[in-house]
C-alpha cells in the first residue's frame, strides 16, 4: 500500500501523505479562497478538516462566504461561547 493518496481540488490533483489531515492541504490551496476555508465536502460527505487524507478522492471546501460554511462556524462558536 502506498504511503501518499490522490487528491483532486477544483481543477488541479495533490499528492498528500495518508497520515496528513484536510487541514493541511487547505492551507496549501487557502489561497484560492477569496474566505477562510472552514469544512470539507470528501467523496461527497461533509467532513471536518481534523480528519485525515487517508484515500483517493475528490474535495470541495466550504468557507464562510458559503451557506453551510456559515452555518458550521456559527454553531462552532455559539458552542465555544457555551
Known amino acids: 500500500m502506498s504511503d501518499t493518496v490522490t487528491i483532486r481540488v477544483k481543477d488541479r490533483e495533490y499528492e498528500c501523505s495518508r497520515e496528513g489531515t484536510l487541514l493541511e492541504l487547505a492551507k496549501k490551496v487557502q489561497g484560492d479562497y477569496a474566505a477562510d476555508i472552514v469544512l470539507a465536502e470528501y467523496n461527497n460527505k461533509l467532513t471536518e478538516l481534523f480528519k485525515p ?3 483517493d478522492g475528490e474535495i470541495v471546501f466550504l468557507t464562510t462566504a458559503d451557506k ?15
Open 53 to 55: 487524507t487517508n484515500k
Open 68 to 82: 453551510t460554511g456559515r452555518r458550521a462556524y456559527r454553531r462552532s462558536m455559539v458552542m465555544l461561547m457555551q
